[in-house]
């Protein structure tokens, strides 16, 4: 289902912050898991290793989804969904790390090896919608079993 309001116009920055509030709310579950009980047993960078991969899947298929759902297909577009979504995920990691920590604490932290691999997720959550090709509805029509001229859109993100 497409939501498109209006002339549809502005529906990259609608889905630049759902994308942005799926995958924050996911990252931080995640992380509150590897927080929590993964870090004191593994170890800060064996910690991040596991989380990483489940979360750039998990951008992966969120921003797929929400970028068709909000049919965002001209790729200015899609750069932009990316660089919204990229500075408000930058702004609420900024945030919450000032809310618990030093701001030194914080600073120093992006340039130790967990800080850079979370940097290098964050970087490719915000090419996605870059990279991504668009789904159009006709594309839907080339899975097996559709009839010609027939969509299923339960095959699609």
């Known amino acids: 289902m497409k939501v498109v309001v209006g002339d549809g116009r502005m529906n990259w920055v609608k889905a630049g912050l759902a994308y942005f509030a799926v995958v924050f709310f996911a990252g931080f579950v995640f992380g509150t898991i590897r927080v929590l009980l993964l870090i004191p047993h593994l170890g800060e960078v064996t910690a991040v290793c596991l989380e990483l991969p489940i979360m750039i899947a998990l951008s992966w298929f969120v921003c797929r989804s929400i970028c068709r759902r909000f049919a965002v297909h001209k790729l200015k577009h899609r750069a ?3 660089l919204l979504a990229f500075l408000f995920l930058m702004a609420a990691e900024a945030g919450l790390g000032v809310a618990t920590r030093p701001v030194e604490a914080v600073l120093s932290s992006f340039v130790s090896t967990p800080g850079l691999l ?22 839907s029509s080339s899975f097996p079993g559709n009839p010609p001229g027939q969509t299923n859109s339960k095959n699609l993100f």
């Open 118 to 139: 979370g940097l290098a997720g964050q970087v490719l959550f915000a090419l996605f919608p870059l990279v991504q090709r668009p789904i159009s509805r006709s594309a």
């Open 80 to 82: 932009a969904t990316g």
